[in-house]
C-alpha cells in the first residue's frame, strides 16, 4: 500500500544541476532507509545515494562532493540534489525506500546530460 512517485528529471547540460524528489504515499509507519539508484543503457542498475533512519548517508564515489541525498521524514520525501552534472550521470533514477521487511521502487524519472 505505499507507493513512491520521482520527479524533477529532464534535460540539462554539462555542468548545471538538477534536484529530483521522491514522495512516499500510502499507510507508512516509518521508513528505515531510502535511496536513488540509476541505471544507463547497457549498465547494471547502481546505487547512488541513500539515507537510513539515523540519518547515515552513503554516496558512490562517482558523485562524492556532487550531490547530496536528503529526506524530509515529516513528510516521508527523498530529495537528490545533482550539481556540477557530467554526460555519464545520463540515466534512469529510481527512488527505492525498505519499509520494515518490504522494499518499494519508483517508476523512475529520466535525467540527461548533453554536452
Known amino acids: 500500500q505505499v507507493q513512491l512517485m520521482e520527479s524533477g528529471g529532464g534535460l540539462v547540460q554539462a555542468g548545471g544541476s538538477l534536484r529530483l524528489s521522491c514522495a512516499a504515499s500510502?499507510?507508512?509507519?516509518?521508513?528505515?532507509?531510502m535511496g536513488w539508484y540509476r541505471q544507463a543503457p547497457g549498465t547494471e542498475r547502481e546505487l547512488v545515494a541513500a539515507?537510513?533512519?539515523?540519518?547515515?548517508?552513503y554516496y558512490a564515489d562517482s558523485v562524492k562532493g556532487r550531490f547530496t541525498i536528503s529526506r524530509d521524514s515529516a513528510n516521508n520525501t527523498l530529495y537528490l540534489q545533482m550539481n556540477s552534472l557530467k554526460l555519464e550521470d545520463t540515466a534512469s533514477y529510481y527512488c527505492?525506500?525498505?519499509?520494515?521487511?518490504?522494499?518499494?521502487w519508483g517508476q523512475g524519472t529520466q535525467v540527461t546530460v548533453s554536452s
Open positions: 527505492a525506500a525498505e519499509i520494515g521487511p518490504t522494499g518499494y
Open positions: 500510502g499507510s507508512i509507519f516509518s521508513i528505515d532507509s
Open positions: 539515507i537510513n533512519e539515523d540519518g547515515h548517508i
